[in-house]
């Protein structure tokens, strides 16, 4: 593969500067130097991305795992990422993959079409581009998700939404779902944890839900102390309901002590419960808890008549009161998402891909 790949999103600056355009951090890189993310470099007067084609590892998960609740259930996922990332969150919980600086950690090579290949032939549904963020392997990712479109395999992001608006608007062109990390909804903590701000990521949510046909569901890492109190989690709520509306998923997941915040405990089965209530008595239809076991809080729930419409046991699926067109069973009401006749069968296995 070409370690350097030709990108649109970037301009020149000065003789021996480019900028690149493609996220908000706006990185001017000197001639041979790489930008904030590491894989995009200045080689030659020109920004390149140094990692098209070369993945970090492949691996089949659950849809669940994304986590996506309402974009075909039950189906695998052939997932992959490559490395490097452009945000510095120090809670990070792929720091291995996202805050890798060796090249070696891209440890198998495949071509779009591989990929696309080998995921229809494993009987994947989708591809997720995840691990770490695809905005930063966006030629890619893209090229990836039109050859998967071929085989009728959809494309899944899970990203951090930190991305400008003309490269955003060519990504999801070619996106069918995307998990978006709302990491918080307090600008000081993006500042301070993530070296991000708030806003390009509230803007990217309202892009996909007003302009565009992408499947959403939106994931909070809940860490103690942090992005925790009642009041963030009421107002991120809040704008939710506002701005997206009531049917689009909120995961609220428990922090592990990781990275730079070693010295954090583990987020309280309590809190997150306390989240999802807080969800619920805003009027959000699906709201979710993860990263503990709570077959309850995990499953799906009419927001109508109440029933239970999917049960979840970590990644496990049990009943189904979904109708062939997606309506509960019990009272006919339209569950939002993106659902088949049948549940997929996949379960909770986790499935290592060697691609040479």
């Known amino acids: 593969m070409d370690i350097h790949f ?22 001017r890189i000197k001639e041979g130097k790489q930008g904030f993310c ?13 990692t098209y084609g070369r993945s970090s590892g492949f691996c089949i998960d659950p849809i669940e795992k994304k986590p996506l609740n309402h ?54 549904r989708s591809v997720a581009y995840t691990y770490n963020d695809p905005v930063i392997f966006h030629e890619y990712a893209i090229d990836v998700a039109k050859a998967c479109a071929a085989r009728d395999v959809k494309s899944v992001a899970v990203t951090a939404g930190y991305v400008c ?3 955003r608007e060519e990504f999801y062109r070619y996106m069918d779902a995307a998990n978006v990390d709302l990491k918080s909804f307090n600008e000081d903590f993006y500042h301070k944890l993530t070296g991000a701000h708030l806003e390009p990521v509230l ?31 009421d107002a991120l709520c809040r704008w939710v309901m506002d701005h997206l509306g009531p ?39 699906y709201a979710y808890i993860g990263n503990v076991h709570d077959a ?6 009419c927001h109508q008549c109440g029933q239970r ?21 019990y009272c006919g009401a339209k569950a939002a998402g993106v659902f088949e006749a049948k549940p997929g069968g996949w379960g909770s296995r986790r499935q290592a891909v060697r691609m040479k």
């Not at 030709?6 to 690149?20: F, G, L």
């Not at 493609?22 to 990185?27: A, G, H, T």
């Not at 002590?257 to 809190?271: F, G, I, L, S, V």
């Open 309 to 329: 419409l999917i049960q979840r046991d970590w990644y496990q699926l049990g009943e189904w009161h979904l109708t062939d067109e997606g309506c509960c069973e």
């Open 71 to 124: 974009f075909l259930p039950g189906t695998p996922v052939f997932s992959f990422g490559t490395a490097g990332c452009n945000l510095a969150c120090k809670f990070c919980q792929n720091w291995d993959i996202s805050k890798s600086r060796e090249m070696d950690t891209l440890a198998d090579e495949a071509s779009p079409e591989a990929i696309a290949e080998a995921a229809q032939r494993l009987g994947c």
């Open 247 to 285: 049917d689009v998923p909120l995961h609220f997941t428990a922090f592990h002590p990781d990275w730079k915040m070693r010295d954090h405990p583990p987020t309280p089965h309590a809190t997150l419960s306390r989240a999802r209530r807080i969800a619920v008595g805003h009027g959000i239809h």
């Open 165 to 167: 608006a003309e490269p």
């Open 38 to 50: 590491y894989v995009r470099e200045n080689h030659q007067g020109a920004v390149v991305l140094n």
């Open 296 to 301: 309850d809080e995990s499953s799906t729930w």
């Open 203 to 233: 803007d990217t949510l309202k892009y996909l839900k007003h302009e565009t046909s992408v499947w959403i569901e939106i994931t909070t890492l809940l860490i103690p102390g942090e992005n925790d109190s009642d009041q963030e989690i």
């Open 6 to 27: 030709p990108t649109r999103y970037w301009h020149k600056i000065s003789d021996d500067r480019v900028q690149c355009d493609l996220c908000p951090r706006f990185c």
